[in-house]
C-alpha cells in the first residue's frame, strides 16, 4: 500500500479493517470489515440508489444481515484499506479526502466490537457534514468523537467544504463547494482526526449517553 494505491484484494482483509469503495470516482463510501465476508456501514436513506447495499441505513436491528463484500465494491469490485498513522507528508499528498488519517487505530477485537454493538444497539441518522460513513467507521477505529457540538464531524471529506465561523459569514454553500480545492489540504490538515483537540475517547456503551449530555451544551 502507498501513495497511489491502497486496494486491496479481499482475500487479503483482515478483521477489523476500515475499507472503503469510491463512487463514481468521486466520493468514497466506507465501511469495518467483521470478517467472513461482511461489511458493516452506515447508509444514506435518501440516496438515490448509488449507496443503497443490502445493509441497512441505519445500524439499528440485531435481526439484519451486514453487507456482503461482494455487494460492497465499486462496478468493478474493487476496495481499498483506510490507512491509519499516515504521516502529515502523505495525508496532504492525497489530494483527495477519505483515504487516510494521522490517527491510530485501536485493536481489532475493539473495532469489531465498536461496530457491532452499534449494529446491535442502534446509532444516529445519517448526515452528510456530522454522522457519514466515514465518520461511522473512523468512530469505529478509533473510539474518539468531538465533544465541539458545532463541528461534529470527523470525515475528511466533508471537512473539505465544512464552513468556518468566518466562511458561514462570508460564503453561501455554492461559493465554499467553488474554492473547495483551494482551500481542502490545509482543512484537511489542520481538521485530521489525530491532531484535532476537540475529540474525546468514548466507549461503545457509553455514546448515547455522551451524545445526550452534549446536546446540553
Not at 467472513?36 to 444481515?65: C, M, Q
Amino acid at each position: 500500500m502507498d501513495l497511489f494505491s491502497q486496494k486491496v484484494k479481499r482475500s487479503d482483509l483482515e478483521k477489523g479493517d476500515h475499507v472503503y469503495t469510491w463512487r463514481k470516482s468521486i466520493y468514497t463510501h466506507h465501511g469495518i470489515f467483521i470478517g467472513e465476508g461482511k461489511l458493516i456501514h452506515l447508509v444514506n436513506p435518501k440516496a438515490d440508489g448509488i449507496l443503497h447495499f443490502s445493509a441497512t441505513s441505519r445500524i439499528s436491528s440485531s435481526g439484519r444481515t451486514p453487507c456482503p463484500t461482494s455487494n460492497c465494491g465499486s462496478e468493478k469490485g474493487k476496495l481499498y484499506r483506510f490507512k491509519y498513522e499516515a504521516s502529515r507528508e502523505f495525508l496532504v499528498a492525497k489530494l483527495r479526502g477519505g483515504t487516510c488519517t494521522t490517527a491510530r487505530s485501536d485493536r481489532p477485537e475493539e473495532v469489531i466490537h465498536r461496530a457491532t454493538y452499534l449494529y446491535e444497539n442502534g446509532y444516529l441518522e445519517y448526515d452528510l457534514m456530522n454522522n457519514n460513513c466515514e465518520d461511522f467507521a473512523l468512530y469505529c477505529k478509533t473510539g474518539l468523537w468531538s465533544n465541539d457540538i458545532g463541528y461534529q464531524g470527523r470525515s475528511s471529506q466533508a471537512n473539505m467544504v465544512h464552513p468556518t465561523k468566518k466562511e458561514d459569514r462570508t460564503e453561501n454553500r455554492m461559493q465554499r463547494f467553488a474554492t473547495a480545492i483551494p482551500r481542502s489540504c490545509s482543512k484537511r490538515e489542520n481538521k485530521d482526526l489525530g491532531v484535532r483537540e476537540d475529540v474525546v475517547k468514548v466507549p461503545v456503551e457509553e455514546l448515547s449517553s455522551f451524545l445526550f449530555a452534549l446536546s446540553f451544551t
